[in-house]
T-cell receptor, first 114, second 113 residues
């Protein structure tokens, strides 16, 4: 079945620096790649997503890139702020039946140091 | 619009017991997925229901089961609880069973003693 790996597991950056989280997926049939942010004690929430027919997508300080050949996608956060501190999950969505299965990576705990 | 509601929020059980967790999706959402969250393991997919039928299943033993009712509310059941079942169980709803944003509930935190 689909497997999603995510690195690093923890990441600490100075406020204002950039943060990059990388994920790889195993099933080439995956076609949708969302990223979720989970603040401490809160529920995961979608922050950005990308579909397999797009190579890059940006939303203010957040960008996601996708390399389908390498089965690799990344989240880039620029000008990090303390409120960016959270656990970030990448995911890959695969259609095994007529319904997509969303498989998450193990998460990256990002700490932004003021 | 009300969000995804999970009950109970916290519960403590002992080994061998069983537990039932409930999830009410956002109105109009017909898909409900269940995930197990443990430190270091992230969000492990349990199963997804759409129109009262299980559409996808993860790699969990048969002790984990679920169902969905005609109003899209879903329940998951874990029988013969083990210590390793201690986790936060999250449900998520979306409008269809195809690609789209998952809206998560706050979770049910299960502790097995």
């Amino acid at each position: 079945g689909e497997n999603v790996e995510q690195h690093p597991s923890t990441l600490s950056v100075q406020e204002g620096d950039s943060a990059v989280i990388k994920c790889t997926y195993s099933d080439s049939a995956s076609n949708y790649f969302p990223w979720y942010k989970q603040e401490l004690g809160k529920r995961p929430q979608l922050i950005i997503d990308i579909r397999s027919n797009v190579g890059e997508k940006k939303d203010q300080r957040i960008a996601v890139t996708l390399n389908k050949t390498a089965k690799h996608f990344s989240l880039h956060i620029t000008e990090t702020q303390p409120e960016d501190s959270a656990v970030y999950f990448c995911a890959a969505s695969i259609t095994e039946t007529s319904y997509d299965k969303v498989i998450f990576g193990p998460g990256t705990s990002l700490s932004v140091i003021p | 619009k009300a969000g995804v509601t999970q009950t109970p929020r916290y519960l403590i059980k002992t080994r061998g017991q069983q537990v039932t967790l409930s999830c009410s999706p956002i109105s109009g959402h017909r898909s409900v997925s269940w995930y197990q969250q443990t430190p270091g393991q992230g969000l492990q997919f349990l199963f997804e229901y759409f129109s009262e039928t299980q559409r996808n299943k993860g790699n969990f033993p048969g002790r984990f089961s679920g169902r969905q009712f005609s109003n899209s509310r879903s329940e998951m059941n874990v029988s013969t609880l083990e210590l390793g079942d201690s986790a936060l169980y999250l449900c998520a709803s979306r409008r269809t069973g195809r690609t789209g944003e998952l809206f998560f509930g706050e979770g049910s935190r299960l502790t097995v003693l």
